[in-house]
Nanobody
Framework: QVQLVESGGGSVLSGGSLRLSCVLY????????LGWFRQNLWKDREGVAA?????????NVADSVKGRFTISRDKTKNTLYLQMDALKPEDSGTYYC?????????????????WGQGTQVTVSA
């Protein structure tokens, strides 16, 4: 059974930091990418950052968070991270992790196979 479990969300003031974690209970050997997404009441789910799980470990970060958010993974712990610094109120939302097993790099929205349940991030001005 595939399961992705996010944690690390919370409430912070603007300019603060949070570190999200996603533990992946899945066989990673045939995966192609891991990613973070977010969604709030005013926007559809959008990609925040992705990391390739094939050789090279390329990353792709949305322009809106570039320079502030960093995606990484610990292969030994089957865990994906999102370090979020200099947070802004517009970063608020529910953050989801996901895994892809096929498709191009970077993956399209249709390439993501499994999703976590989400963790809430609230940034106050």
């Amino acid at each position: 059974q595939v399961q992705l479990v996010e944690s690390g969300g919370g409430s912070v003031l603007s300019g603060g930091s949070l570190r999200l974690s996603c533990v992946l209970y899945v066989d990673m050997r045939s995966s192609t990418a891991l990613g973070w997404f977010r969604q709030n009441l005013w926007k559809d789910r959008e990609g925040v950052a992705a990391i390739s799980t094939t050789d090279g470990g390329d990353t792709n970060v949305a322009d809106s968070v570039k320079g502030r958010f960093t995606i990484s993974r610990d292969k030994t712990k089957n865990t994906l991270y999102l370090q979020m610094d200099a947070l802004k109120p517009e970063d608020s939302g529910t953050y989801y992790c996901a895994i892809a097993f096929s498709g191009p790099w970077p993956p399209t929205m249709n390439d993501w196979s499994y999703w976590g349940q989400g963790t809430q991030v609230t940034v106050s001005a």
